[in-house]
C-alpha cells in the first residue's frame, strides 16, 4: 500500500481529530480540534494530471462555535432515492453532518454546509466528547443521536424534536470518550479515562405489550360490558414505551484510557482503541476480551 497524495487539510496546531466517509464513496468530512469543519469532494482528494500534491479541492467549510474534542459522524439517508430528507433543510439522498462544539452540536447539509439544527448541551453535562448517529427509520422518527459528556452522562436525541433529550442515563463519573451501538442487539458500549468498558442497552420505545394478566383479572376483564355493551375479548393489552437508557455491569480492562470504539457490521466484534497504543478486540455483546495488538506507541484514536 502507497499514499497516492498528501493534502494539509487543517493548521498543524488543530490536527485532525476525525476523517469520515460515506458508504458511497462521494464524501470525505475533515475536522480538527478547532476551526470549521471541511466537506470534500471524494474525487478532489485524488492527484491531478500534475502529480501527487496538485489536486482541484474546494471543500465546503461549516463554522463552528469554540474547540471539540468529539468527531464527527454522518447521519446516511435510508437511500439514494429516498423521496424525502431526513430534516427540513436537507437534500434528499444527501448525508447530513453531525458537527459538536462547545456548546453542543450542530447538523448540517454536506453540500451547502447550512446548519440545519442545533442542540445544546444539556444542563449540567459539561462539555460534549463524543456521540453517535443512526436513523431509526423503522420507527418513522428520523434521525437520532446519542451524546457522551464531559460528566459522564449519555443522553438520546430524537433530532425532529430538540431542546430536550428523549432519554438519559448516568453511566459514569468520568467523561465519555467513545461510544458504540449494535443497532440489531439494541446493546451499546461506552469507555473513557477509566479501566473500563461501560455497556449499556438503548430501547428507541414504541408499542408494547404489557405484563401479562393472572387468569382472574383476565376473567374479570372480559367479562366487563364495554361502553358499548359488548365484552373485551383480547387479553392482550398494548402500552406506548418510552424510550430509556438502562446501565449494565461494568467490565474491567488492563489499561486506563480508551479514545476509540468500533463495532463490526454484524455486531459481534467489538475493538478499542486505547491510550497505551494497543488496539484490544472483544466478543459483543459478552465483551469477552479476544486479542491484542500494539499498533503504536501512542494512543489509538480512529478504528
Not at 501527487?52 to 469554540?66: A, C, L
Request: proline share 10%; net charge neutral.
Amino acid at each position: 500500500m502507497r499514499p497516492v497524495n498528501s493534502l494539509a487539510l487543517h493548521d498543524p496546531l488543530s490536527g485532525i481529530l476525525g476523517l469520515i466517509g460515506d458508504p458511497g464513496g462521494k464524501w470525505i468530512v475533515s475536522q480538527g480540534r478547532s476551526g470549521p469543519a471541511q466537506v470534500h469532494r471524494a474525487d478532489d482528494l485524488l492527484p491531478g494530471a500534475g502529480g501527487v500534491g496538485e489536486t482541484r479541492s474546494n471543500p465546503v467549510h461549516i463554522q463552528r462555535e469554540g474547540d471539540s474534542f468529539a468527531a464527527p459522524a454522518l447521519i446516511l439517508p435510508p437511500s439514494p432515492d429516498q423521496a424525502a430528507a431526513p430534516l427540513p433543510g436537507l437534500r434528499p439522498g444527501v448525508p447530513a453532518l453531525v458537527l459538536p462544539h462547545a456548546e453542543g452540536f450542530a447538523v448540517a447539509c454536506t453540500g451547502s454546509g447550512r446548519r440545519v439544527v442545533d442542540v445544546p448541551s444539556p444542563k449540567g453535562a459539561g462539555m460534549l466528547t463524543s456521540l453517535l448517529a443512526f436513523c431509526a427509520w423503522s420507527t418513522r422518527d428520523g434521525p437520532h443521536v446519542l451524546a457522551g459528556y464531559e460528566s459522564g452522562m449519555l443522553a438520546l436525541w430524537r433530532l425532529a424534536q430538540p431542546p430536550a433529550p428523549l432519554a438519559s442515563c448516568g453511566l459514569s463519573k468520568q467523561p465519555l470518550l467513545a461510544l458504540a451501538r449494535c443497532p440489531v442487539r439494541g446493546r451499546g458500549v461506552a469507555a473513557g479515562p477509566r479501566a473500563a468498558l461501560l455497556p449499556f442497552r438503548l430501547e428507541l420505545g414504541g408499542k408494547r405489550e404489557l405484563e401479562r394478566e393472572t387468569e382472574h383479572e383476565v376473567d374479570q376483564r372480559t367479562s366487563a360490558p364495554t361502553s358499548d355493551g359488548s365484552s373485551h375479548n383480547d387479553d392482550h393489552q398494548w402500552a406506548e414505551a418510552a424510550p430509556r437508557i438502562s446501565r449494565g455491569t461494568r467490565v474491567p480492562l488492563s489499561s486506563a484510557g480508551v479514545d476509540c470504539l468500533a463495532l463490526r457490521s454484524d455486531g459481534r466484534l467489538l475493538a478499542l482503541g486505547g491510550w497505551d497504543g494497543r488496539v484490544r478486540v472483544f466478543a459483543f455483546p459478552s465483551l469477552r476480551p479476544l486479542a491484542s495488538l500494539a499498533v503504536s506507541g501512542e494512543c489509538s484514536e480512529l478504528i
